[in-house]
């Protein structure tokens, strides 16, 4: 009997499995993947085995379905009758944006146990931020062992489904507004004369900082803002510059539209 099942091993998958591999034995990992090499590989990283997909669905306590949205219900449809009849129990866990929980349970054929993630791609380094939901068959012991299954992932906070699709737009797809926006930096002191890997080094290494700042002090953003804004002085002129190239409402509207795209998914 497996402990966790991943079916698919893309980026996502992967990461999870590499994170989950570092609580629990390896060993009791089983990964399947369309690409089996792809699979075989991380298998061989990881120190996990590799099998079907049909496999996972009769043996795993917990299986991940780490597949796009739009191949979910082909890839769950024929594993229906291997789930129903299956006497342990078991928890299928989907990271698939815009796919409710009930839209989970009726691609897999019953009202199984679900719990929905929305992970983002910095669990490969621990330090993710994982919203989380689970469906009223998910019991409340299965709910803490699920928590320690992903302790090695970073933070991992239940919400309201309702707020998922929400959540997502801001730090599941966020990873690439941050990097976008450490570029931009680094490319402004590139300009001014700064060599490249040390404008990428401060940049990456002021968000850290700064970040850090806002969650540790629990102090508002713009408070903090106001803190390094001088009267007269080069940050106000900075922030400025910002506002007057409408920085926020960019960002803004990168989660809306992240947002209203995911609702489209599922149209």
């Known amino acids: 009997m497996y402990t966790t099942g991943f079916i698919g091993c893309g980026n996502m998958g992967s990461a999870i499995a590499a994170a989950v591999s570092k609580v629990v034995d390896p060993s009791q990992i089983l990964l399947a993947n369309k690409t089996a090499a792809k699979a075989e590989a991380l298998a061989s990283s990881l120190g996990c085995r590799t099998g079907s997909n049909e496999a996972i669905a009769e043996s795993c306590s917990y299986i991940f379905l780490g597949v796009k949205p739009h191949m979910m219900k082909d890839m769950l449809t024929p594993l229906q009758s291997i789930l129903q009849k299956r006497t342990n129990p078991f928890i299928l866990v989907t990271m698939a944006a815009g796919l409710s929980i009930s839209d989970i349970q ?8 679900v719990i929905r993630i929305m992970p983002n791609t910095p669990v490969s380094i621990g330090k993710g931020m994982i919203q989380a939901c689970a469906s009223p068959e998910v019991d409340d012991s299965s709910l803490k062992e699920f928590q320690n299954l992903m302790a090695a992932c970073g933070r991992l906070d239940f919400l309201p489904e309702n707020l998922i699709d929400a959540a997502s737009a801001l730090s599941g797809c966020g990873p690439a507004y941050v990097y976008l926006f450490i570029e931009a930096l680094a490319d402004g002191a590139v300009e001014c004369g700064l060599p490249r890997q040390k404008a990428l080094d401060y940049a990456c290494q002021t968000l ?15 408070e903090l803002k106001d803190a390094v804004c001088s009267p007269g002085g080069t940050t ?31 149209k």
């Open 106 to 113: 009726a691609c897999s054929g019953d009202t199984y146990p």
């Open 236 to 266: 106000i002129a900075g922030v400025h510059a910002l506002e007057r190239n409408g920085f926020r409402n960019a960002a803004m509207d990168a989660v809306k539209s992240a947002y209203d795209k995911t609702k489209q998914l599922n």
């Open 208 to 222: 850290i900082g700064a970040a850090s700042l806002a969650l540790e002090s629990g102090k508002h953003p713009g």
